[in-house]
């Protein structure tokens, strides 16, 4: 149980496009999810909290016009990168917390993102 | 506001156990969370401890806090080299239900 999964694993794509990623909880409801980012041999930055019906919350410095953050339900989330740069590769994270047992967060495997 | 902080490498011999220790700043944190990360995937969860406990243990992993000090280890007997990973701590914020987590160790198991 509690598996997050997050769609694509890996994408490439070109200056200036956008790029959606998905995730999902599969087996279990969260109300609230979490967007990471994770550059090589470093630690996770959160992106922002993603409430399920309302605004995300994004944490400092974080460009919320071009990080778009969609809670439709209560198992799914998804993050698109808008008029993506090369500096915006990196890997993303998603988590997401379970609402039956709320100190429990769950990851997804990834999303690697190269913008070229 | 937290801060959590771990050594950045630490290397062991197959069979043996390992230790990975985290520091954190905030004594309000209920929660603490031991996570691995293999190359290039996500994290998986592998244990949590609340605050008011001073040990848990689940199968070969144990977890120590030490609350006075703000200190938290996990230990792992019996290291495979399946156990070869970054592990972060992280502790549960105040603000939303965030984790705040540490840099990563990376445990490299030597057959």
């Known amino acids: 149980g509690a598996v997050v999964s997050q769609h694509p694993s890996r994408v490439i794509c070109k200056s200036g496009t956008s790029v959606k990623i998905e995730c999902r909880s599969l087996d279990f409801q969260a109300t609230t999810m979490f967007w990471y980012r994770q550059f090589p041999k470093q630690s996770l930055m959160l992106m922002a909290t993603?409430?399920?019906?309302?605004?995300?919350?994004?944490e400092q410095g974080v460009e919320k016009d071009k990080f778009l953050i969609n809670h439709a339900s209560l198992t799914l989330s998804t993050l698109t990168v808008t008029s993506a740069h090369p500096e915006d590769s990196s890997f993303y994270i998603c988590s997401a917390r379970e609402n039956k047992h709320p100190y429990e967060q769950y990851f997804g495997p990834g999303t690697r993102l190269t913008v070229t | 506001g937290e801060d959590v902080e771990q050594s950045l490498f630490l290397s062991v011999r197959e069979g043996d156990s390992s230790v990975i220790n985290c520091t954190y700043t905030?004594?309000?944190?209920?929660?603490l969370y031991w996570y691995k990360q293999e190359p290039g995937a996500g994290l998986q969860l592998l244990t949590y401890i609340f605050s008011n406990m001073d040990m848990k243990q689940d199968q070969r992993l144990t977890v120590l806090l030490n609350k006075k000090d703000k200190h938290l280890s996990l230990r792992i007997a019996d290291t495979q080299t399946g156990d070869s990973a970054i592990y972060f701590c992280a502790a549960l914020g105040n603000q939303g239900g965030k984790l705040i987590f540490g840099q990563g160790t990376e445990l490299s198991v030597k057959p």
């Open positions: 993603s409430n399920e019906g309302s605004k995300a919350t994004y």
């Open positions: 905030d004594s309000s944190s209920t929660y």
